[in-house]
Nanobody
Framework: QVHMVESGGGSVQAGGSLTLSCAVS????????MGWFRQSPGKERVGVAA???????KYEGSVVGRFTISQDSAKNTVFLRMNNVRPEDTAVYYC????????????????????????WGQGTQVTVSS
């Protein structure tokens, strides 16, 4: 049973930084794609960043140059470093994982599509004040 737990959310002022962590357990697959998504009240869940087991990454346009996704494979943890945050970054942030092949292709927009993922964490709130 795959289990995913996010942490690191909280309140931060605009221009500040925050790092989210996602601890993943219960999987044995070598190949995977993991992503960070966010959802604001009344809006759909959207992809923010994704990374695969080869370390290739993909970002949604509004976070390019501000957010960085990374992973510690030995600790089965995926991170999202959020710099220069904006009030519009306020949302519940979720991590997700997919192990089924074919995996979402990093050459397409698939890794940022929530429908491509099977496993999800419970989410962590990020609030950015102006």
């Amino acid at each position: 049973q795959v289990h995913m737990v996010e942490s690191g959310g909280g309140s931060v002022q605009a221009g500040g930084s925050l790092t989210l962590s996602c601890a993943v357990s219960g999987y044995t697959a070598v190949h995977y794609v993991m992503g960070w998504f966010r959802q604001s009240p009344g809006k759909e869940r959207v992809g923010v960043a994704a990374i695969d087991d080869d370390g290739r990454s993909k970002y949604e346009g509004s976070v390019v140059g501000r957010f960085t996704i990374s992973q510690d494979s030995a600790k089965n943890t995926v991170f999202l470093r959020m710099n220069n945050v904006r009030p519009e970054d306020t949302a519940v942030y979720y991590c997700a994982a997919e192990f089924r092949t074919p995996l979402p292709s990093m050459r397409t927009a698939q890794p940022l599509d929530p429908q491509e993922y099977t496993y999800w964490g419970q989410g962590t709130q990020v609030t950015v004040s102006s």
